[in-house]
């Protein structure tokens, strides 16, 4: 082993001459890396809604789609059980004193088999076709009021009053409100006609009249209009708390990224303050073969610390692989060997298995053999060199993972084989 500092690898980072927090590792194949900028952390920042309605997707489109379906079957339940309950017994009722009973009936079906194909779509997540549809519902309205006669003009058998709005309601779903005071208008009109045409223009039919338009069409417009609102409130509340949990998530981000920059420091500090602070005082001597070794030691060390923090598909590889870059340039002849992909693994647990291995390769000489097998349940990192005199690398420190990876160190004399093994739990 060289005498040289700079020959041991402690020099080859730069922190002879350079402060710790800007330290530079020189341009490797591993690439440039700069301790300044290894702690830095991607914050994700929150998605952007999609700009076509149709395939906007979150958060708060599933809570308005949520709201809204609530409204859609409240509203199909309403329409569907008036038209049942309320309009066919009152039907069969009357029956001998409509004017024409079997159209009366069959508006009956007619308006029940529209409201069903428009409920249908709309308990499926579809809007139904409103404009045939809301012209069809007008036909049956004009048919079931010219039908029920004079005597049933205001009774419970002409179903058209009380009824007809709600399918109204569902036809015209998710429409602009204005289209819903076009058909009620209509219908107005047409029950108006019908007055007209049975002679019932007394002050108090016009009166009945009056109530009837007002009380048949004020629930409905309120339950049309009140769905849409709070669809809308519900979506911008979702909305208010998607932005609110980015930004507190963003917050806590770069307060973990602060803390692990910290960590990240001190544990760099750790790893060479002490030799450097030694050879400043003059208390080491720099062609002390221990001294070297601590030297290397700290070096790789600090070097896979630094890689520890790459953004890189295998971090577990990268990192032994920049140790074995700095033993290589320290003029050890080393044969990296990987088999299988490691699944992803915490920072603590990857130290635990690359910190043996990496000051393992600190008092490597002669040549160095490093292999890797993974598979999702397993990663075993072996490490063979020839034997050397002198007490082993020290272990790195038990730490809260310490149960779940394994140290092995053995040797002969001749050689020295060291292993670190990961079982997931």
């Known amino acids: 082993m060289s005498t040289d500092l700079n020959a041991t690898g402690l020099g080859a980072t730069g922190l002879g001459t350079t402060e710790l927090g800007t330290t530079d590792l020189g341009t490797t194949e591993l690439g440039t890396t700069d301790l300044g900028t290894t702690a830095s952390a991607r914050v994700p920042r929150p998605e952007q809604r999609a700009t076509d309605p149709a395939a906007a997707d979150g958060p708060a489109v599933d809570v308005a789609r949520a709201s809204d379906r609530g409204a859609r079957i409240a509203a199909v339940a309403i329409a569907l059980v008036w038209h049942v309950a309320i309009g066919l017994p009152a039907v ?53 009021f010219a039908a029920a006669g004079r005597e049933q003009l205001f009774a419970a058998a002409n179903w058209a009053w009380t009824g007809l709005a709600w399918f109204f309601v569902v036809v015209l779903w998710g429409r602009r409100i204005r289209w819903m005071i076009v058909l009620l208008a209509g219908h107005a009109v047409i029950a108006l006609t019908a007055l007209v045409g049975d002679g019932a223009t007394a002050p108090a039919d016009l009166t009945r009249y009056a109530m009837y338009v007002y009380g048949t069409s004020s629930l409905p417009v309120a339950v049309f209009t009140g769905a849409a609102v709070i669809a809308t409130l519900a979506r911008e509340r ?11 998530a963003e917050r806590d981000a770069a307060e973990r990224a602060w803390a692990d920059r910290r960590a990240r420091l001190a544990l760099v500090g750790g790893a060479a303050e002490q030799v450097l602070a030694e050879l400043a005082d003059g208390r080491a001597d720099p062609t002390d073969p221990l001294v070297q070794r601590r030297c290397v030691l700290a070096a790789t060390r600090l070097r896979r610390l630094i890689a520890e923090s790459d953004d890189v598909p295998d971090p577990l590889l ?18 990296l060997i990987a088999i299988g992909t490691p699944p992803p693994l915490p920072v603590e647990i990857r130290r635990r298995l690359a910190d043996p291995l990496a000051a393992a390769l600190a008092d490597a000489t002669g040549w160095a053999r490093l292999t890797v097998v993974a598979n999702p349940q397993e990663v075993v990192i072996s490490l063979v060199t020839p034997d050397v005199d002198g007490p082993a690398a020290v272990d790195a420190p038990a730490d809260p993972v310490g149960k779940q990876v394994e140290h092995v160190l053995e040797r002969d004399g001749e050689i020295r084989w060291t292993q670190t093994r990961w079982r997931r739990p």
């Open 92 to 144: 069969l009722g009357a029956w001998p004193t409509l004017a024409a009973p079997t159209v009366v009936a069959a508006g009956w079906l007619a308006a029940c088999a529209i409201g069903g194909y428009a409920a249908h779509r709309l308990l499926h997540g579809l809007l139904p076709p409103a404009l045939p549809l809301a012209a069809a519902l007008l036909v049956v309205d004009a048919a079931v």
């Open 238 to 248: 979702a909305d208010t708390a998607t932005a609110t949990f980015a930004v507190r």
């Open 318 to 335: 990268h990192e032994l692989r920049a140790a074995a870059d700095l033993a290589e340039r320290n003029g050890l002849p080393i044969e």
